[in-house]
């Protein structure tokens, strides 16, 4: 049987999307959380010599959306036909984009700048992304999810954004976008994933 173990600081970031794939694949891994001092240690043997790095079998891997393609592709959450990846891949690249936008509003230090990267955000980052979201959930999307029948990489990708700009920004971004919030709803549900979020360590940064 495959081992895993995720690497990362003390959070979720960039490597929520790999544990959440492993944790809606129904598949046991280690929840390695460095300090940033751990860190350096390690961070010159490393491939990418960067976190998150994802260890299969003793071969260290890193990029989280490589990481978490792989992960889907192989346990069922990466569609059923090559157009359905090809979609899957299209929702996580757009939500990547967004992902983009957000971190400038994050890290922006002068509050000017910052109050009008959030206005930008909120004025036309996020309704292109619930169009475009409502768009293809009403194309391809069946029972709530975004791409198919079932819960996919898309879906765990949209939820970790909406959850994690809900942690780390408080833009009250998504009172809004009910569709998106609803969709939060759907996969936060799912028990894998909720069990995740009950035991999950508490973040440290
Ligand atoms: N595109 C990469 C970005 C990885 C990245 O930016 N990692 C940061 C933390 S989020 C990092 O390792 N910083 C510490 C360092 O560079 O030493 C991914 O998605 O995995």
Redesign the pocket.
Known sequence: MATYKVS??PGK??AEIIRLALIASGQTFEDERLTREE??KV?SNSP?????LLTVNGTVY????ACARYIARKFGLFGRTPEEELLIDEVYECIVDFQKEIAKVIYEKDDTKKAELKETVMTQHLPRLNEYITLRTKQFGENGYIIGPTMTLADLQLYNTVDQVGDRVDLGVFSAFPDLQKHADLVRSDHKVAEWIKKMPAPQN
């Open positions: 990362y600081f970031g960039n860190w350096i961070k990418t010599k960067q976190m998150p890193g990029q989280s959306g």
